[in-house]
């Protein structure tokens, strides 16, 4: 299928290893999930971990802003946005779980392994792991809600682990916090907490270090190639060289990354929508046999705008990482503009994504709803990953912050 | 402190039996599914936990005889004057729980409704059925087969189609029907339903509703046959797969009432089912109103309670206030329903298409409300613990099944602007 005669975007912007790469990741997703998932479904040992492995090592995904002579891709400049953003929506395509595992992974690595933040040391003691024979995957511990109204928060949002000033680096504590894709062995955590003078930060973290704890992976929606658990630290001690990034330029840079990815990951949940129901569209025949389903005006109509939001969840996907992607002409990733428009092209793929979604299993009835037809499985994934990445009310405050100025909230 | 109980009914439409009845199914709800529910998506193909809990609502308390006239063993609200009210505060009361047991345990009745409801009670029909749920107190599940391969809006949409998609076909030999053909989808099959009522055609083709038949099977008769149940998004109680006709007979009696009748009436059992979705999404809803109470108020946001966050309570208020205005459409549906001396016939045009109306304005609103507590609850959302994404998961087909939204938009449009092609 080619997406690009469809919804296009603007093609000046790709280069050819992204190009490529979106080819070779495409190619993945047809042989190696889709094929399978009618006999395997979403099963997690059958279907998605083989998958997981094969884009991540013997593809090289998870190396690929590692510096080439440490066995990496060497693509770790800010290039790579347009490259993840093209890579994570075939990724998304095949299973949005699996581009979520992605998003997390890569917006970690984007504190420490883009120029300008390259952290040659730190990459350096990683890349025996990462440029390895395992898969290796992070999980981010960000702000959520608190049941303790005192907890330091950003932008009013609590963090979920306190950190402490110790002799030589930090003293991490948390209590059932609620990571993102935490349980399926994750080699690195990213925990957001307040630093020196409440400043953000983000402290890379091993999830074998004293007083860390992973609960049962608990049940939820959608997602299941990120499967999660919650964590407790109890006094987790973190050096100093293990914060990856402080202040809330860093931390809004980051979640501009891991914003934008996510965008991608629906991007490519509505490319697979596409697929499902143009197939229905085509074949589907109603009113007493006498009208192709799509020639209907009513199912037109609906059609129209989920073609729509489609076309739309591409651009915002592909805009906002063109932002991350130049921070010569835009600006860093946390400078509020460019942070704001990752947060805003994210919410709205979301939306869009879910509002394209439901129409489709209404045109679809049972069978957009019976697993048989797939188009069930993106919906809770898409789901479940806006209301997961970041509540409503707190991305439109942050959107509101700073398109008008707000002094308060 | 505000409960559920505070959310809007007309009080002046109520059966005298609603708080008893309502006591009896909430206590069995709160008892016997709610604590288990989480489990279900799990156990949709062996149903080892719901099974049980059916077996205690249908057969031991023997809600399943609710329909039946009192004669036959049955509880005669047929005849009660509040059929659809009494049924109403059933459906939300489980639905609150787990609004696919509120499917099954629905749709058991919908197929009944063409006998046992006054003014066209089939006596004969009645009395050879009513053992069946009647006389058991292990749980008999009815269903009601209109869905078929090619579509299942087009056999709903019978001013326009006039049943001529129907391919399932009953020819009568002798004095029996022989029936053929392959349903699939229907509420309580997938191995669970001991009846079907079938929708079927004598003479295929045809656009007459006098060839529009309405025959009841027993699924155990030679020649009917069903598939296991399919996988599906949510509401892992209602078992739904094909069931295959294949020269299945039955007595020429057990066709509901005859030609032109049976396509009549059944217009009743489309009323029935705008009623019932209704009633299933006000209780999905009021069970997340508790959920989103509970959750809003231990978690803080800015230093306080979510609900104290102005712009959540703005979210908090329009779930509210969907939730006030579907219930009271839920009862306004079962009122119409049950007083046809103000309202009109319930199988006429206005009362369908105005069902029609409540259910999808009511669908509409609950797949949106749904959608925005899981995005306030942000990483808890779409967490089973919390039981708001089983509601959201479950939802989604009340708003899709009976021949979908649009099939609703176009029967509204057809009555209000009197349109003649839709
Ligand atoms: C949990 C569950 C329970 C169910 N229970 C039952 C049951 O008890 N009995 C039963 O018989 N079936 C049942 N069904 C099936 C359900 O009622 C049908 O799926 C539904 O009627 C739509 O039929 P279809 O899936 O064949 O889709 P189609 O008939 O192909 O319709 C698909 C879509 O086409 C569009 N469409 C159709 N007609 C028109 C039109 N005239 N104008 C504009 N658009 C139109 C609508 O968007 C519609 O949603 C159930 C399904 C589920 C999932």
């Not at chain 1, 932008?155 to 399926?184: H, I, T, V």
């Not at chain 2, 049924?87 to 729980?97: D, G």
Request: proline share 5%.
């Amino acid at each position: 299928m080619d997406y690009q005669e469809l919804f296009p975007v603007p093609v000046e912007w790709l280069q050819d290893v992204d190009r490529s790469m979106a080819r070779t990741v495409a190619d993945w997703a047809d042989a190696e999930v889709i094929a399978g998932r009618l006999e395997h479904k979403e099963d997690y040992d059958a279907l998605l971990l083989p998958a997981m492995r094969k884009l991540l090592v013997d593809i090289g995904l998870q190396s690929m802003l590692w510096p080439e002579e440490m066995g990496g891709g060497g693509l770790g400049t800010p290039d790579a946005a347009m490259t993840l953003a093209a890579v994570i929506e075939q990724v998304g395509r095949a299973d949005s779980g699996i581009a979520f595992v992605l998003a997390n992974t890569f917006a970690l690595q984007s504190a420490f392994a883009i120029e300008p933040y390259k952290n040659e040391a730190l990459l350096e003691h990683m890349a025996p792991v990462v440029c390895g024979k395992d898969p290796v995957i992070a999980s981010l511990i960000l702000p959520s809600y608190s049941k303790d109204p005192d907890a330091a928060a950003f932008y009013g949002l609590p963090y979920q682990a306190a950190a402490k000033r110790d002799a030589d680096g930090w003293l991490l504590s948390a209590r059932d916090a609620r990571p993102q894709c935490s349980g399926a062995g994750a080699y690195a955590f990213g925990v957001a907490c307040a630093g020196e003078s409440d400043e953000p930060m983000l402290v890379l973290v091993a999830p074998h270090l004293r007083g860390f704890s992973t609960g049962e992976p608990f049940k939820k929606t959608g997602l299941a190639a990120s499967i999660n658990a919650d964590i407790t630290m109890d006094g987790v001690r973190a050096a100093d060289a293990q914060v990856l990034l402080q202040g809330t330029t860093r931390m809004r840079g980051m979640l501009a990354w891991y914003y934008t990815l996510c965008a991608a990951a629906c991007s490519g949940a509505l490319l697979a929508t596409y697929d499902i129901i143009k197939e229905w569209g085509d074949t589907r025949v109603i009113k007493g046999k006498g009208q192709v389903f799509k020639e209907n005006p009513l199912v037109a109509s609906l059609l129209g705008e989920i073609g729509g939001k489609m076309a739309m969840g591409r651009l915002l996907t592909f805009n906002a990482a063109r932002l991350l992607s130049a921070p010569n002409l835009y600006g860093p990733a946390g400078s509020p503009p460019v942070a704001t428009a990752a947060t805003a092209a994210f919410k709205l793929a979301a939306r869009g994504a879910m509002e394209a979604m439901d129409n489709t299993m209404e045109l679809m009835a049972s069978a957009g709803y019976a697993t048989e037809w797939n188009l069930e499985r993106y919906w809770r994934d898409v789901k479940t990953l806006e209301s997961c990445v970041l509540p409503e009310t707190v991305a439109q405050t942050d959107l509101a912050r700073h398109y008008f100025d707000l002094k308060e909230l | 402190m505000r409960t559920i109980d505070d959310f809007t009914r007309p009080l002046e439409y109520l059966a005298p039996v609603d708080k008893h009845l309502g006591d009896i199914v909430r206590a069995w709800a709160e008892r016997e599914v709610m604590p288990y529910r989480r489990q279900y998506d799990e156990d949709w193909e062996a149903h080892r936990l719901i099974e049980p809990a059916f077996r205690s609502l249908m057969g031991e308390l023997g809600f399943q005889r609710m329909l039946f006239p009192e004669d036959v063993g049955g509880w005669g609200f047929g005849h009660s004057g509040y059929t659809a009210t009494i049924a109403c505060r059933a459906f939300e009361e489980i639905a609150r729980a787990d609004s696919g047991m509120a499917v099954a345990f629905g749709v058991l009745f919908w197929p009944l409704v063409m006998i046992c409801n006054e003014p066209h009670v089939n006596r004969r029909l009645c009395e050879e059925l009513a053992p069946m749920f009647c006389d058991t107190t292990a749980p008999c599940f009815a269903a009601n087969a209109m869905t078929e391969p090619q579509g299942g809006a087009d056999i709903e949409n019978m001013e326009i189609v006039g049943g001529s998609t129907i391919e399932t076909t009953a020819v009568l030999d002798g004095d029996e029907w022989v029936i053929n053909g392959h349903k699939l989808w229907p509420t309580n099959s997938g191995g669970v339903a001991d009846l079907f009522g079938v929708v079927c055609t004598t003479k295929a083709g045809s656009r007459d509703l006098d060839d529009f038949a309405f025959i009841f099977v027993p699924a155990k008769n030679p020649g009917c046959t069903q598939s296991g149940p399919y996988q599906k998004a949510g509401m892992a109680a209602d078992k739904n797969g094909d069931i295959w006709f294949e020269d299945c007979r039955v007595p020429s009696w057990y066709r509901a009432h005859g030609p032109g009748l049976d396509a009549m009436y059944f217009k009743e059992v489309i009323s029935f089912g705008n009623m019932g979705s209704t009633a299933f999404v006000v209780g999905a809803l009021m069970n997340v109103y508790e959920i989103l109470k509970d959750f809003c108020t231990e978690q803080t946001y800015r230093g306080k309670p979510l609900k104290e966050n102005d712009d959540i309570a703005g979210v908090l208020a329009d779930f509210a206030r969907d939730i006030d205005i579907c219930r009271i459409l839920a009862y306004q549906c079962a009122r119409m329903i049950d007083r046809p001396d103000l309202y009109g016939e319930r199988w006429s045009d206005e009362i369908v298409a105005k069902g029609r109306g409540y259910k999808y304005f009511a669908c509409d609103r609950a797949v949106e409300d749904l959608k925005k507590a899981m995005n306030i609850m942000g990483a808890h959302g779409s967490d089973r613990l919390w039981d708001v994404e089983k509601h959201w998961r479950d939802v989604k087909i009340v708003q899709l099944w009976m021949g979908g939204k649009q099939l609703c938009q176009m029967e509204v449009a057809r009555w209000f602007y009197e349109c003649e092609t839709l």
